[in-house]
Protein backbone atom coordinates (compact mmCIF):
# COMPACT_ATOMS: atom_id res chain seq x y z
CA UNK A 1 0.00 0.00 0.00
CA UNK A 2 1.41 3.57 -0.67
CA UNK A 3 1.05 5.51 2.11
CA UNK A 4 2.53 8.82 0.47
CA UNK A 5 3.21 9.38 -2.92
CA UNK A 6 6.21 11.26 -4.45
CA UNK A 7 5.49 14.94 -5.86
CA UNK A 8 7.55 16.42 -8.53
CA UNK A 9 10.82 17.34 -6.53
CA UNK A 10 10.73 21.23 -5.38
CA UNK A 11 14.40 21.86 -7.06
CA UNK A 12 12.70 19.79 -10.54
CA UNK A 13 10.22 22.78 -10.36
CA UNK A 14 11.65 25.68 -9.26
CA UNK A 15 14.21 24.93 -12.58
CA UNK A 16 11.98 24.38 -14.74
CA UNK A 17 9.94 27.66 -13.74
CA UNK A 18 13.81 29.46 -13.96
CA UNK A 19 14.34 28.09 -17.69
CA UNK A 20 10.77 29.43 -18.63
CA UNK A 21 11.15 32.58 -16.42
CA UNK A 22 14.74 33.71 -17.83
CA UNK A 23 15.94 35.02 -20.96
CA UNK A 24 17.30 32.80 -23.57
CA UNK A 25 21.46 34.04 -23.38
CA UNK A 26 21.01 34.16 -19.83
CA UNK A 27 24.54 33.21 -18.14
CA UNK A 28 23.07 30.80 -15.56
CA UNK A 29 21.08 28.72 -18.53
CA UNK A 30 23.77 25.92 -18.89
CA UNK A 31 24.32 25.38 -15.71
CA UNK A 32 20.12 24.99 -14.66
CA UNK A 33 19.80 22.90 -17.12
CA UNK A 34 22.73 20.94 -16.84
CA UNK A 35 21.32 20.31 -12.81
CA UNK A 36 17.56 19.52 -13.72
CA UNK A 37 18.99 16.79 -16.22
CA UNK A 38 20.77 15.27 -13.56
CA UNK A 39 17.69 15.65 -11.23
CA UNK A 40 14.97 14.31 -13.96
CA UNK A 41 17.06 11.48 -14.37
CA UNK A 42 17.28 10.60 -10.64
CA UNK A 43 13.66 10.99 -10.29
CA UNK A 44 13.55 8.36 -13.07
CA UNK A 45 15.56 6.25 -10.94
CA UNK A 46 13.34 6.50 -8.28
CA UNK A 47 10.02 6.01 -10.47
CA UNK A 48 11.45 2.81 -11.47
CA UNK A 49 12.00 1.35 -8.12
CA UNK A 50 7.77 2.30 -7.75
CA UNK A 51 7.20 0.18 -10.53
CA UNK A 52 8.91 -3.11 -8.85
CA UNK A 53 8.29 -1.95 -5.24
CA UNK A 54 4.17 -2.30 -6.68
CA UNK A 55 5.04 -5.97 -7.70
CA UNK A 56 5.12 -6.54 -3.84
CA UNK A 57 2.02 -7.94 -1.89
CA UNK A 58 -0.08 -5.10 -1.21
CA UNK A 59 -0.66 -5.72 2.50
CA UNK A 60 2.72 -6.74 3.62
CA UNK A 61 4.22 -3.40 3.41
CA UNK A 62 3.01 0.53 3.84
CA UNK A 63 5.59 2.44 1.47
CA UNK A 64 6.54 5.81 1.86
CA UNK A 65 8.20 7.93 -1.19
CA UNK A 66 10.84 10.76 -1.11
CA UNK A 67 10.36 11.48 2.88
CA UNK A 68 12.27 13.82 4.92
CA UNK A 69 12.26 14.50 8.41
CA UNK A 70 14.32 15.79 10.96
CA UNK A 71 16.55 14.73 14.04
CA UNK A 72 17.85 17.42 16.49
CA UNK A 73 18.11 19.86 13.71
CA UNK A 74 19.31 17.47 10.92
CA UNK A 75 17.04 16.96 8.26
CA UNK A 76 17.36 13.88 6.05
CA UNK A 77 15.78 12.40 3.14
CA UNK A 78 15.02 9.22 2.29
CA UNK A 79 13.77 7.96 -1.02
CA UNK A 80 11.52 4.83 0.60
CA UNK A 81 11.10 3.71 3.68
CA UNK A 82 8.79 0.24 3.41
CA UNK A 83 7.23 -0.51 7.02
CA UNK A 84 5.89 -3.70 7.84
CA UNK A 85 4.82 -5.48 11.22
CA UNK A 86 8.93 -7.61 10.97
CA UNK A 87 10.88 -4.31 10.36
CA UNK A 88 11.46 -0.92 8.61
CA UNK A 89 13.45 -0.74 5.27
CA UNK A 90 15.06 2.48 4.38
CA UNK A 91 16.06 1.75 0.80
CA UNK A 92 18.03 4.69 -1.42
CA UNK A 93 17.57 4.95 -5.11
CA UNK A 94 20.44 5.61 -7.33
CA UNK A 95 20.83 6.17 -10.98
CA UNK A 96 24.44 6.36 -12.94
CA UNK A 97 25.03 5.50 -15.84
CA UNK A 98 27.97 3.76 -17.25
CA UNK A 99 30.17 1.69 -14.70
CA UNK A 100 29.81 1.91 -10.68
CA UNK A 101 32.71 0.23 -8.83
CA UNK A 102 32.46 -0.39 -5.13
CA UNK A 103 35.63 0.45 -3.19
CA UNK A 104 34.74 -0.72 0.51
CA UNK A 105 38.23 0.26 1.83
CA UNK A 106 37.91 4.12 0.88
CA UNK A 107 34.12 4.35 1.51
CA UNK A 108 33.76 5.62 -1.81
CA UNK A 109 32.25 4.16 -5.66
CA UNK A 110 34.16 5.23 -9.03
CA UNK A 111 31.59 6.23 -11.75
CA UNK A 112 33.00 5.27 -15.25
CA UNK A 113 31.33 7.23 -18.33
CA UNK A 114 32.67 7.72 -21.47
CA UNK A 115 36.22 7.11 -20.17
CA UNK A 116 35.68 9.62 -17.44
CA UNK A 117 36.34 8.73 -13.77
CA UNK A 118 34.13 10.40 -10.90
CA UNK A 119 33.94 9.83 -7.50
CA UNK A 120 30.95 9.49 -4.83
CA UNK A 121 30.48 8.94 -1.84
CA UNK A 122 29.59 4.99 -1.00
CA UNK A 123 25.69 5.07 -1.33
CA UNK A 124 25.92 2.11 1.51
CA UNK A 125 26.94 4.53 3.63
CA UNK A 126 24.66 7.25 3.16
CA UNK A 127 22.19 4.26 3.54
CA UNK A 128 23.66 3.58 6.79
CA UNK A 129 23.48 7.05 8.04
CA UNK A 130 20.16 7.14 7.48
CA UNK A 131 19.25 3.87 9.13
CA UNK A 132 21.45 5.21 11.85
CA UNK A 133 19.18 8.41 11.47
CA UNK A 134 15.75 7.19 11.30
CA UNK A 135 16.81 5.11 15.02
CA UNK A 136 17.34 8.08 16.15
CA UNK A 137 14.28 9.69 15.01
CA UNK A 138 12.11 6.66 16.10
CA UNK A 139 13.55 6.81 19.84
CA UNK A 140 12.78 10.97 19.58
CA UNK A 141 9.23 10.04 18.59
CA UNK A 142 8.91 7.63 21.15
CA UNK A 143 7.72 5.53 18.78
CA UNK A 144 7.13 0.80 19.29
CA UNK A 145 10.79 -0.10 18.28
CA UNK A 146 11.86 -2.38 15.56
CA UNK A 147 14.66 -3.57 13.49
CA UNK A 148 15.75 -1.49 11.05
CA UNK A 149 17.53 -2.68 8.02
CA UNK A 150 18.74 -0.88 4.69
CA UNK A 151 18.76 -1.51 1.19
CA UNK A 152 20.52 0.63 -1.94
CA UNK A 153 19.44 0.14 -5.35
CA UNK A 154 20.26 1.02 -8.90
CA UNK A 155 17.08 2.01 -10.98
CA UNK A 156 18.86 2.18 -14.30
CA UNK A 157 19.01 -1.35 -16.10
CA UNK A 158 22.03 -0.55 -18.31
CA UNK A 159 24.35 0.05 -14.95
CA UNK A 160 27.20 -1.84 -14.61
CA UNK A 161 27.48 -2.34 -11.03
CA UNK A 162 31.41 -3.81 -10.11
CA UNK A 163 32.65 -5.33 -6.69
CA UNK A 164 36.18 -6.09 -6.94
CA UNK A 165 37.18 -6.55 -3.59
CA UNK A 166 34.40 -8.89 -3.12
CA UNK A 167 32.91 -7.19 -0.31
CA UNK A 168 30.12 -9.13 1.35
CA UNK A 169 28.11 -6.09 2.51
CA UNK A 170 27.84 -5.00 -1.12
CA UNK A 171 26.32 -8.37 -2.29
CA UNK A 172 23.65 -8.23 0.47
CA UNK A 173 22.45 -4.68 0.23
CA UNK A 174 23.10 -3.81 -3.55
CA UNK A 175 21.24 -4.72 -6.41
CA UNK A 176 19.66 -3.41 -9.83
CA UNK A 177 15.88 -2.30 -9.25
CA UNK A 178 14.91 -5.52 -11.60
CA UNK A 179 15.91 -7.81 -8.01
CA UNK A 180 14.92 -5.29 -5.79
CA UNK A 181 11.43 -7.75 -4.61
CA UNK A 182 13.94 -10.79 -4.39
CA UNK A 183 15.80 -8.60 -2.33
CA UNK A 184 13.60 -7.54 -0.35
CA UNK A 185 12.46 -11.29 0.27
CA UNK A 186 15.69 -11.67 1.51
CA UNK A 187 15.71 -9.18 4.22
CA UNK A 188 12.03 -10.40 4.96
CA UNK A 189 13.38 -13.72 6.04
CA UNK A 190 15.87 -12.14 8.29
CA UNK A 191 12.95 -10.76 10.69
CA UNK A 192 10.10 -13.86 10.91
CA UNK A 193 8.80 -12.67 14.12
CA UNK A 194 6.16 -10.07 13.78
CA UNK A 195 7.07 -7.05 16.58
CA UNK A 196 4.02 -4.38 15.60
CA UNK A 197 0.72 -5.01 15.61
CA UNK A 198 -1.81 -3.13 13.88
CA UNK A 199 -2.25 -0.21 16.00
CA UNK A 200 1.60 0.04 16.62
CA UNK A 201 1.67 0.41 12.34
CA UNK A 202 -0.72 2.62 12.56
CA UNK A 203 1.67 4.89 15.20
CA UNK A 204 4.50 4.56 12.53
CA UNK A 205 2.41 5.54 9.59
CA UNK A 206 0.90 8.68 11.42
CA UNK A 207 4.42 9.71 12.75
CA UNK A 208 5.97 9.59 8.95
CA UNK A 209 2.98 11.67 7.50
CA UNK A 210 2.56 14.43 10.44
CA UNK A 211 6.55 15.01 10.40
CA UNK A 212 7.35 15.11 6.92
CA UNK A 213 8.99 18.18 6.20
CA UNK A 214 8.00 19.46 2.57
CA UNK A 215 11.44 21.62 1.12
CA UNK A 216 10.63 25.12 0.41
CA UNK A 217 12.35 27.02 -2.19
CA UNK A 218 15.41 29.32 -1.27
CA UNK A 219 15.02 32.09 -3.21
CA UNK A 220 18.93 32.55 -3.71
CA UNK A 221 18.65 29.59 -6.36
CA UNK A 222 21.82 30.51 -8.25
CA UNK A 223 21.90 33.75 -7.14
CA UNK A 224 19.69 35.20 -10.01
CA UNK A 225 18.35 38.22 -9.08
CA UNK A 226 14.76 38.79 -9.35
CA UNK A 227 14.41 41.39 -11.61
CA UNK A 228 16.43 38.74 -14.14
CA UNK A 229 12.71 36.51 -14.23
CA UNK A 230 10.81 37.88 -17.01
CA UNK A 231 6.86 39.02 -15.32
CA UNK A 232 3.48 38.28 -17.31
CA UNK A 233 1.24 35.35 -18.07
CA UNK A 234 2.96 33.29 -20.77
CA UNK A 235 1.08 31.62 -23.44
CA UNK A 236 0.70 27.58 -23.11
CA UNK A 237 0.89 27.30 -26.88
CA UNK A 238 3.67 29.50 -28.22
CA UNK A 239 5.49 30.14 -25.22
CA UNK A 240 5.10 33.98 -25.31
CA UNK A 241 4.91 36.13 -22.75
CA UNK A 242 2.49 39.25 -22.34
CA UNK A 243 -0.76 37.72 -22.55
CA UNK A 244 -3.63 40.03 -22.16
CA UNK A 245 -6.92 39.70 -20.15
CA UNK A 246 -9.59 40.16 -21.82
CA UNK A 247 -13.64 38.61 -21.22
CA UNK A 248 -12.35 36.65 -18.52
CA UNK A 249 -9.89 35.11 -20.62
CA UNK A 250 -6.50 35.44 -21.45
CA UNK A 251 -5.35 36.21 -25.05
CA UNK A 252 -1.79 35.81 -26.69
CA UNK A 253 -0.97 38.76 -29.11
CA UNK A 254 1.80 36.96 -30.39
CA UNK A 255 -0.65 33.87 -31.71
CA UNK A 256 -4.06 34.76 -30.67
CA UNK A 257 -4.35 31.55 -28.82
CA UNK A 258 -7.04 32.10 -25.39
CA UNK A 259 -6.59 30.50 -22.41
CA UNK A 260 -8.86 30.61 -19.33
CA UNK A 261 -6.29 29.73 -16.55
CA UNK A 262 -2.75 30.77 -17.87
CA UNK A 263 -2.17 32.66 -14.60
CA UNK A 264 -2.11 29.33 -12.91
CA UNK A 265 1.36 29.04 -14.18
CA UNK A 266 2.18 32.47 -13.60
CA UNK A 267 1.19 32.29 -9.76
CA UNK A 268 2.90 29.05 -9.27
CA UNK A 269 6.48 30.42 -11.26
CA UNK A 270 5.88 33.38 -8.35
CA UNK A 271 5.77 31.49 -5.51
CA UNK A 272 8.63 29.36 -6.56
CA UNK A 273 10.43 31.76 -7.51
CA UNK A 274 10.38 35.13 -5.98
CA UNK A 275 8.57 34.90 -2.89
CA UNK A 276 6.55 32.53 -0.90
CA UNK A 277 3.79 34.85 -0.36
CA UNK A 278 1.49 36.76 -2.56
CA UNK A 279 -1.14 39.91 -2.42
CA UNK A 280 -3.55 41.66 -4.85
CA UNK A 281 -0.82 44.02 -5.30
CA UNK A 282 2.34 42.19 -5.97
CA UNK A 283 0.25 40.01 -8.50
CA UNK A 284 -1.08 43.01 -10.16
CA UNK A 285 2.65 44.21 -11.22
CA UNK A 286 3.79 40.50 -12.08
CA UNK A 287 0.92 39.56 -14.45
CA UNK A 288 1.04 43.54 -15.52
CA UNK A 289 -2.51 43.61 -14.61
CA UNK A 290 -3.35 46.49 -12.99
CA UNK A 291 -6.77 46.35 -12.11
CA UNK A 292 -7.24 44.78 -8.20
CA UNK A 293 -11.06 43.93 -8.76
CA UNK A 294 -10.23 41.63 -11.60
CA UNK A 295 -7.30 40.20 -9.29
CA UNK A 296 -9.50 39.88 -6.39
CA UNK A 297 -11.13 38.01 -9.05
CA UNK A 298 -8.57 35.08 -10.17
CA UNK A 299 -6.84 35.04 -6.79
CA UNK A 300 -10.60 33.75 -5.34
CA UNK A 301 -10.70 31.27 -8.02
CA UNK A 302 -7.73 29.61 -7.08
CA UNK A 303 -8.65 28.29 -3.62
CA UNK A 304 -5.29 29.31 -2.57
CA UNK A 305 -4.84 29.67 1.41
CA UNK A 306 -5.02 32.85 3.21
CA UNK A 307 -4.81 34.89 6.07
CA UNK A 308 -6.23 38.68 6.64
CA UNK A 309 -8.71 40.70 4.95
CA UNK A 310 -9.39 42.81 1.70
CA UNK A 311 -6.46 44.95 1.35
CA UNK A 312 -4.67 43.57 3.97
CA UNK A 313 -5.59 39.75 2.46
CA UNK A 314 -1.84 37.57 2.20
CA UNK A 315 -2.06 34.45 0.05
CA UNK A 316 0.08 31.00 0.32
CA UNK A 317 0.93 28.09 -2.15
CA UNK A 318 -1.19 25.35 -1.60
CA UNK A 319 0.87 22.01 -0.06
CA UNK A 320 1.80 20.09 -3.24
CA UNK A 321 3.44 17.36 -1.16
CA UNK A 322 1.23 15.54 0.77
Not at 88 to 97: D, E, F, I, Q, T
Not at 107 to 121: A, D, K, M, S
Not at 214 to 222: I, K, L, M, V
Request: contains cysteine; charged residues 25%.
Amino acid sequence: MIAKKRVKPLKIRVNEAILRRVPPRHPQIQKVTTDLAKWKAGLRGEEEADYYLSLLPEKEFSIFQDVRLQHQGSKFQIDHILLSPHFVLPLSVKNYAGEVIFNPGFNQITRILNNQEEGFEDPIVQAKRHQYLLGRWMKEMRLPPIPIDFLVTFGKSTTILKNPAHSREVYDKVCLAGSLIFKINKVKNLYPKEILNSKEVNKWTKAILKHHMPEAPSYTAYHIPHTDFIPGVQCPACQKYRMFRIRGCWKCPACGAVSKDAHLQAIQDYFLLINPTLTNRQLQDFLHLHNSGIISKILASTSLPHTGFRKDRIYYPKSTDT
